[in-house]
C-alpha cells in the first residue's frame, strides 16, 4: 500500500544546478506534507514543508511545490551544493501535524562538484 | 540547536529476548513517536504518544511492544520478545505540537540487530 511514492530511486546533478525531487500521493485526506533529508547513520532531518492550504513554500535554496488535483509535490533545490547529497524523503500526514507520517522510499541525491 | 537524542546507536539481542530502546525528546516538546526503517525499505509509523498515553499505533505495533515515559525526559519503546524479523533502524521523534505545520524531530536512531 504505496500512499506515498517516490519513484526515482536516484537523481544526480551538477553542482549549481537545480535538483527536481518529485513525489506523489493517492491519500486525497493527506493535509500536510514534509521533506526530509537523511545522510548515511543519522536520522531524518526536516527541511521543509507545506499544508494543503497552500501551494509553494519557499525556504532559501529549497522551495517546495503542492498541486492538489494531481496529488503531487515536488522539492527544487537551488544551486544544488555537494552539501546537499542525501537520501530524501517526502512524508505526509492526514492530521495536519506530524503525527502517524507517511514516507516514500527516498530518492537518493548525488551533487557533483 | 536542541536535538532528540537516542541511545545506544547499535543494540545486538538474541532473539527472544527483551530490548529497551531509550530516546530524550527536545525538552519543551509534548509528543513523541517512534518510527522504525527495515533495512532497504520505508520509514514506518509505529506509535505516537501524548499525555503519558499511546494515541495512535500502527498495525506492527502488536503485543511485543511498549512505551513508556519514565520520568520527566526519557521515552522509551520495549520490545518484550524480539523476532528476526524486528532488526531495524529505530528512530525515536518528538514535536511542539500536534497542530496544522508542526514539524517532528528525529534522533540518530538506533540499529537494532536480532540474531
Known amino acids: 500500500d504505496q500512499q506515498v511514492k517516490q519513484n526515482s530511486p536516484s537523481l544526480s546533478v551538477q553542482e549549481g544546478r537545480i535538483s527536481i525531487l518529485n513525489c506523489d500521493y493517492t491519500?486525497?485526506?493527506?493535509?500536510?506534507f514534509l521533506w526530509y533529508k537523511k545522510y548515511p547513520a543519522e536520522g531524518p532531518t526536516f527541511l521543509i514543508s507545506?499544508?494543503?492550504?497552500?501551494d509553494k513554500n519557499e525556504d532559501g535554496r529549497f522551495t517546495v511545490f503542492l498541486n492538489k488535483s494531481a496529488k503531487h509535490l515536488s522539492l527544487h533545490i537551488v544551486p544544488s551544493q555537494p552539501g546537499d547529497s542525501a537520501v530524501y524523503f517526502c512524508?505526509?500526514?492526514?492530521?495536519?501535524?506530524?503525527?502517524?507520517?507517511?514516507f516514500g522510499k527516498g530518492t537518493k541525491l548525488t551533487v557533483n562538484p | 540547536e536542541p536535538e532528540v537524542t537516542q541511545t545506544p546507536s547499535h543494540q545486538v539481542t538474541q532473539m527472544g529476548q527483551e530490548v529497551i530502546l531509550r530516546c530524550v525528546p527536545i525538552?519543551?516538546?509534548?509528543?513523541f513517536y517512534w518510527y522504525r526503517q527495515i533495512l532497504g525499505q520505508k520509514v514506518e509509523f509505529l506509535v505516537s504518544?501524548?499525555?503519558?498515553?499511546?494515541?495512535?499505533k500502527s498495525e506492527i505495533f502488536d503485543d511485543q511492544f511498549s512505551v513508556e515515559r519514565p520520568d520527566g525526559s526519557n521515552f522509551t519503546l520495549k520490545i518484550r520478545s524480539t523476532k528476526l524479523e524486528d532488526s531495524a533502524m529505530y528512530f525515536c521523534?518528538?514535536?511542539?505540537?500536534?497542530?496544522?505545520?508542526?514539524?517532528?524531530?528525529f534522533g540518530q536512531g538506533t540499529r537494532l540487530t536480532v540474531v
Open positions: 521523534a518528538s514535536s511542539e505540537l500536534q497542530s496544522m505545520n508542526t514539524e517532528a524531530f
Open positions: 491519500n486525497s485526506m493527506f493535509d500536510y
Open positions: 507545506i499544508s494543503s492550504i497552500k
Open positions: 512524508a505526509a500526514s492526514a492530521r495536519g501535524g506530524s503525527e502517524k507520517l507517511v
Open positions: 525538552s519543551n516538546h509534548l509528543y
Open positions: 504518544f501524548y499525555n503519558n498515553e499511546i494515541s495512535e
